[in-house]
C-alpha cells in the first residue's frame, strides 16, 4: 500500500502563486496515472490536473494555463505550480491515483486565496 502525503498549502493573495507537493511511500510516478485533486466548500471533490507515466497532462479547463503538473522521480514526488491564482481556486488539495483509489486519500493540504 503506497503512501500519499500531500504538503505546501497556505494563504496567498489573488495572483500569488504555491507549488505542493506529493511524496509518495515508493517511486509510483512512471507507473500509474496520478492526479491533483480538489475539495472546495461545498462543492465535491474534483480532478484538476493529471500526469500520465507517459509525461502527458491534462487539466480541467478551471486551471489551465495557470497550473502546471511535474513529477521528480528520483525524489517520489509530484508537484502542482499554481500560478495566478483565484479566490475560486480555494479548496483542500489532495493528491492520489487518476482515477482515484479510495484508501490512498490522505489529508490533504489546504490552499486559501483571499486578499
Known amino acids: 500500500q503506497v503512501q500519499l502525503v500531500e504538503s505546501g498549502g497556505g494563504l496567498v493573495e489573488p495572483g500569488g502563486s504555491l507549488r505542493l507537493s506529493c511524496v509518495a511511500s515508493?517511486?509510483?510516478?512512471?507507473?500509474?496515472?496520478m492526479g491533483w485533486y480538489r475539495r472546495a466548500p461545498g462543492k465535491q471533490r474534483e480532478l484538476v490536473a493529471r500526469l500520465n507515466p507517459s509525461g502527458t497532462t491534462v487539466y480541467d479547463d478551471s486551471v489551465k494555463g495557470r497550473f502546471d503538473i511535474s513529477r521528480d522521480s528520483a525524489k517520489t514526488t509530484m508537484y502542482l505550480q499554481m500560478n495566478s491564482l483565484k479566490p475560486e481556486d480555494t479548496a483542500v488539495y489532495f493528491c492520489?491515483?487518476?482515477?482515484?483509489?479510495?484508501?490512498?486519500w490522505g489529508q490533504g493540504t489546504q490552499v486559501t486565496v483571499s486578499s
Open positions: 492520489n491515483f487518476a482515477p482515484p483509489r479510495g484508501s490512498n
Open positions: 515508493r517511486n509510483i510516478f512512471n507507473i500509474y496515472p
